[in-house]
C-alpha cells in the first residue's frame, strides 16, 4: 500500500462515518492541483534534472500550506499522501488553511551549500506562479531549514518583483520569522502529551524512546529531559542508544553534531570509546532497534512507515506520540489497537509546526511580531483545545484518537466544501 492510498484509506473511514456520498468522498480524495517540474541543476560537478513537486489537496478552509521536502524519496505519491494529512491537520487544529506539500527527489546530503542554494532557487522559481501569500505558503520539511526558506523566499521576491515574506514560512528571525518556529513541532507534541498525561492522570509514565533525532527528535527529547522523563533510548541511520538508567540529550546533540551520528557519541571519550560506553552503561543497537525497547512512551520522529505488522506486536510502549508523518501502517495501527497501545497520531501530534507557520503568517500580514511567551501560549491552547475535542469524540463514538481526529479534520473540510458548492454537479 503507497503513502497516499494509507491516507486515503482513513479519509475514506472518515467520510463514510460523517455520512458523505461516494461522490464526495472522491472529491475529498482527489487534489485539487498538481504542479510538476524539472530543475536543471549542477550537482556533484554533473548537469542533472531533479523532479520537483508541489501538490495541492485542498483549499476549501484557506490556502494551501504544507512544507517542502529535499529527500530522494520524495517521490509523487509520498508528497500527495503528505498533502493530503496537511489539509486534515489544518483542519482538526481549526486554522484557517489548507493542506499542500512539495518536494525535490535528490539526496541532500550529497549536495554541498552552494548546490543546496542552486537547487532551493531553482525550485522557487519553477514554483513562483503556484505559491502566494494568498494562494499556498509553503514551509520547512524533512532536510530543509530557515537558511533555504531564505533562499526561496529571495528567488520567489525577484521573480514576482515585490516583497512578500509571508508567502513561505519556518524563515530567520531577521526576515519574518516567529520566535518558537524553530521547536514548534516538539513543543506541540510536548503539550500533547502533558495533556494526555493530565487527563489520564497517570504518573507512572516516565521513560521514553526516540526514533529519530533530527530537528523534533532531539527537541522532544531536550524538552522531555527538561520536564523530568527519562530518555532511555535515541536513534538515527546509525544506531541506537540505549540506556535503562536515562541517557543525556544534549550530550548527544553534541555528539551527534561532532561526528554526524547519535552512535558517534562514544567515538572518542578520553580517546577509548569502550570505556565511555561502560561508564554511561550504555548499549549501541541496531537503528530500528528503538521501535521495541522497553519503555512507557514510543516517539517516531523520522519518516513514514517504520512501525508495520512485521514489528508492530513487538512493541512494548502502551503510549505512541506520532511526531513524524505517517509513521505507522494501517495494519500495524491496528494490531497496536487490539493490544491496547494508545497512539496520539500525526495530524494532532506534529501539528505544532503548521500551528506557529500559521502564526508566522499571521505576523507578517499584520507587520506585527510576537514575543516567544506569546506564541508558545498560543501554540499550547491550540493544542489543549484541540485534543479535548478529539478526546470527547473519541469517548462518544468509542474509537481511537486517529479516527477521531479524521472524522473531525474531514467533517469541517466537507462543511466548507458544502457551503462552497463545491460538491453539487
Not at 542533472?48 to 494551501?64: I, K
Not at 529527500?71 to 489548507?98: R, T
Request: aromatic content about 6%; charged content about 20%; glycine content about 10%.
Amino acid at each position: 500500500m503507497t503513502p497516499i492510498e494509507q491516507i486515503k484509506q482513513h479519509i475514506e473511514k472518515a467520510t463514510s462515518a460523517n455520512g458523505l456520498t461516494e461522490n464526495e468522498s472522491a472529491v475529498l480524495t482527489t487534489p485539487f492541483a498538481v504542479h510538476q517540474a524539472e530543475l536543471s541543476v549542477s550537482l556533484s560537478g554533473e548537469s542533472v534534472s531533479l523532479p520537483a513537486y508541489r501538490v495541492q489537496f485542498n483549499n476549501a478552509r484557506g490556502p494551501y500550506k504544507g512544507g517542502i521536502r529535499f529527500h530522494q524519496d520524495a517521490h509523487l505519491h509520498e508528497v500527495e499522501a503528505l498533502a493530503a494529512a496537511m489539509a486534515v491537520k489544518c483542519a482538526v487544529l481549526d486554522i484557517p488553511l489548507g493542506g499542500a506539500k512539495g518536494g525535490v527527489q535528490f539526496n541532500p546530503k550529497m549536495a554541498s551549500k552552494v548546490e543546496l542554494e542552486q537547487i532551493s532557487r531553482s525550485y522557487a522559481e519553477a514554483m513562483s506562479d503556484v505559491f502566494g501569500v494568498d494562494h499556498d505558503i509553503p514551509a520547512p520539511d524533512v532536510y530543509t531549514n530557515p537558511q533555504i526558506m531564505s533562499w526561496m523566499l529571495d528567488a520567489y521576491e525577484k521573480k514576482v518583483g515585490r516583497s512578500e515574506p509571508g508567502m513561505i514560512t519556518g524563515k530567520p528571525l531577521a526576515l519574518g520569522g516567529s520566535h518558537g518556529r524553530d521547536t514548534a513541532t516538539a513543543q506541540g507534541g510536548v503539550y500533547l502529551l502533558q495533556e494526555y498525561l493530565t487527563l489520564h492522570g497517570d504518573g507512572s509514565v516516565n521513560t521514553v524512546a526516540i526514533q529519530g533525532f533530527g530537528n523534533a527528535g532531539a527537541n522532544a527529547a531536550k524538552l522531555l529531559h527538561e520536564l523530568g522523563f527519562t530518555i532511555v533510548a535515541v536513534s538515527d541511520s546509525s544506531g541506537t542508544l540505549y540506556a535503562p538508567q536515562g541517557l543525556d540529550p544534549y550530550a548527544i546533540e553534541r555528539g551527534k553534531k561532532d561526528t554526524g551520528s547519535v552512535a558517534g557519541t562514544y567515538q572518542s571519550v578520553d580517546g577509548d570509546a569502550a570505556r565511555g560506553i561502560e561508564q554511561d552503561g550504555v548499549e549501541i543497537l541496531p537503528p530500528d532497534a528503538v521501535l521495541t525497547l522497553s519503555c512507557d512512551i514510543l516517539i517516531p520522529a523520522a519518516l513514514d512507515n517504520v512501525i508495520t505488522d512485521k514489528n508492530a506486536n513487538a512493541v512494548q510502549a502502551s503510549l505512541i506520540l506520532e511526531l513524524a508523518n505517517n509513521p505507522i501502517t494501517p495494519e500495524a495501527d491496528r494490531i497496536l489497537t487490539q493490544k491496547g497501545v494508545t497512539v496520539l497520531p500525526d495530524v494532532l501530534a506534529n501539528a505544532g509546526g503548521v500551528v506557529v507557520s500559521y502564526f508566522e503568517w499571521v505576523q507578517n500580514r499584520q507587520h506585527h511580531y510576537w514575543e516567544l511567551f506569546e506564541v508558545q501560549s498560543r501554540l499550547k491552547d491550540k493544542i489543549s483545545n484541540a485534543f479535548v475535542h478529539l478526546h470527547d469524540v473519541a469517548r462518544e463514538h468509542q474509537m481511537t484518537y486517529r479516527d477521531a481526529a479524521y472524522l473531525v479534520g474531514v467533517g469541517r473540510i466537507a462543511e466548507a466544501m458544502h457551503l462552497r458548492g463545491c460538491f453539487d454537479g
